[in-house]
Each structure stands twice: as C-alpha cells, then as structure tokens.
C-alpha cells in the first residue's frame, strides 16, 4: 500500500547558475516537475510513494528515472518512451522569484496513455494526486481522467493541485474549462492566490474556498505568498503564516507546501471531512515548515528537506 501515488510532469528545470567566463548565462540540470516534487517531499518526511508518467528515452529521462528511484519514489508506473524527448523548463530567476520557458512540443509527459497507466499502483494508494499540466493535452488528458476514476473507485482519497502554467495552455478560457474539470473528484485541494478567479471566479481567497467547498470539495487550501497558508472546510477557518526565510529560489515551494500537507493526511490517516481545528491548523504549520526549508535551497527535488529538519520548526 502506498501513501500518495502522483500522476503527471517530471521534467527538467533549467535553473541560472551565473554567467561563463564569456558573459553568457548558465544553468543548472535541476530534477523537478510538481507531481514529482510532491512525492520527493513526502518521501523524504517518511511516507512511502509512486509516480506515474512518462519521460523520454535520452538522457534527461534517464536522470529523472534515476533521481525518483535515489528518493525512494516507486517508479513502476513510469514510461520510457524512445519516441518522445523529455520536457524541459527553463527558469528565470529575480529576487528569489521564478518564471518559465518551456520546451514541449510534445514533451514526452503529454503522451502517457490511457493503457499505459498502472493500475495495480492505483487500487493500492490511500491518496491519489495529480495537478493540471497533464490536462493540457491528449492523450494525458484521457489518461489523467481514467487514473482520477480508478483511484476514486479504489477508495483513494483525490488530491489536487491545479499549478497554472499560462504558457502551456492556447488560452485562459482553455485552462479554465480544463482545470475546473477536475474539481468534481478532489477530495483535497490547494490553489494559489494567482488561481483563485481563474478556478472559481472569485478572487478573494475566503470567497474562492467556499465556491469550491460548494462544489464538493472537503478540504481547500490557499497559498498566500508571505501571508502564509488558509485552510478551510465546512467546520473551520484556519489561517497560518510561516516563518521569515531568505529566498534562494522558490521553485518547488508550492510542491513542498502539499507535500508537507498530503504527508499529515497520509500520516494520521486523516478524513478530511472529519478534521478538526487543531488537526489543520497542525498540517498548515507543518506545511509553511517544509515550504519555508525548501526555498532556502536551489532547485525542485534536491531542496525538499527530511522529517528532523521539518520537526526543528513546528
């Protein structure tokens, strides 16, 4: 039995790393990809995982393979496509804060199919996670929606994160129909204070957690930069802000925040429709904890920080 099985994008980012002697910029290989991220987070606090997706056969493929493996990640449910070349990200960095250039047309993490999919991993996972970058084509739309079905029949609990990338979408009006669609299966869900609008129509963070606590969802959180993390169910309100932290590079601390958040769920074994205020304003401080380490390193996966680290902060 797995804790958390994540379905979706590992690819690599690409992240400055100073000029050459020539003046031209550097960059550093760095393993990321959200879903991965999540699950290199949670293995590192002690739960146990696997991932399901596809990277190319070359040798960026081979290094994500290897990386998930080196982090204890299950990688059963893994394609190694010969036909397609692994995603690339390409990250801009200015005062700690990311942008995006990506090279996929297709990348190979936009080509996992239905039949691909690993159903065993599936029936065997207490949590089920996925984001909306594998929703931005087929046949990985198809294949995430028979993944979503699969664990939801198993009795896994659905976790979302919908991680908005504009570049990857033809529209805003697309990702919106796309991401939304999702909604009908999470269980748990983590937006940001940039999704908001785009997934429920409301901007403010409280009005946005109730619309999707109205549409079926238990448990809803919102990232708010440096104000911390909402938490919300039909119970109660709970709102933390972590610690100050010197950002070296915020990539992956979004990933890290629901790594820390799926790690308490999964640990506790926890019903989000059963949770208590002190359970969540418990899983909200953790979480700022795992985020707040993570930016204090470069990277996705290698910044995720392990148990005793974590446990020094809460």
């Known amino acids: ?78 394609v190694v496509d010969p036909d397609y070349f692994t995603t690339l990200a390409f990250v801009a960095l200015k005062n700690g804060e990311r942008s995006f250039s990506f090279a996929r047309k297709p990348g190979a993490d936009t080509q996992l199919r239905q039949e691909e999919v690993n159903t065993e991993v599936l029936k065997n996972t207490k949590i089920f996670h996925c984001g909306s970058l594998s929703l931005t084509d087929e046949p990985a739309r198809s294949a995430t929606f028979f993944a979503l079905k699969t664990a939801k029949e198993a009795g896994a609990l659905i976790s979302y994160d919908p991680n908005y990338r504009a570049l990857l979408w033809k529209s805003p009006q697309e990702a919106m129909e796309h991401m939304r669609s999702v909604i009908p299966y999470a269980d748990i869900m983590k937006i940001s204070d940039e999704e908001t609008a785009l997934l429920t129509g409301h901007e403010d963070p409280d009005e946005a957690a109730d619309a999707l606590l109205a549409q079926g969802v238990s448990c809803v959180l919102v990232t708010l930069g440096s104000q911390g993390a909402l938490m919300k ?82």
């Open 1 to 78: 039995m797995y804790d958390v099985t994540a379905l979706g994008e590992v690819l690599i980012d690409f992240t400055p790393y100073g000029t050459s002697e020539g003046g031209q910029a550097l960059f550093e290989q760095n393993p990321g990809g959200a879903p991965a991220n999540v699950l290199a987070a949670l293995e590192r606090l002690g739960q146990r995982t696997a991932f399901i997706g596809k990277v190319g056969d070359d040798m960026h493929g081979q290094l994500l393979k290897e990386t998930l493996e080196s982090c204890g990640v299950d990688t059963r449910g893994l």
């Open 233 to 314: 169910t039909e119970k109660f309100r709970v709102q933390e802000k972590g610690k100050a932290r010197k950002a070296v590079d915020t990539t992956g601390a979004g990933d890290a925040f629901w790594g820390g958040i799926l790690s308490r769920f999964a640990f506790y074994s926890a019903n989000p429709k059963e949770l208590t205020e002190e359970q969540g304003r418990e899983f909200v401080r953790f979480a700022n904890a795992v985020a707040g380490l993570c930016v204090e390193k470069r990277g996705g996966i290698p910044a995720m920080p392990d148990l005793e680290a974590v446990l020094k902060e809460v």
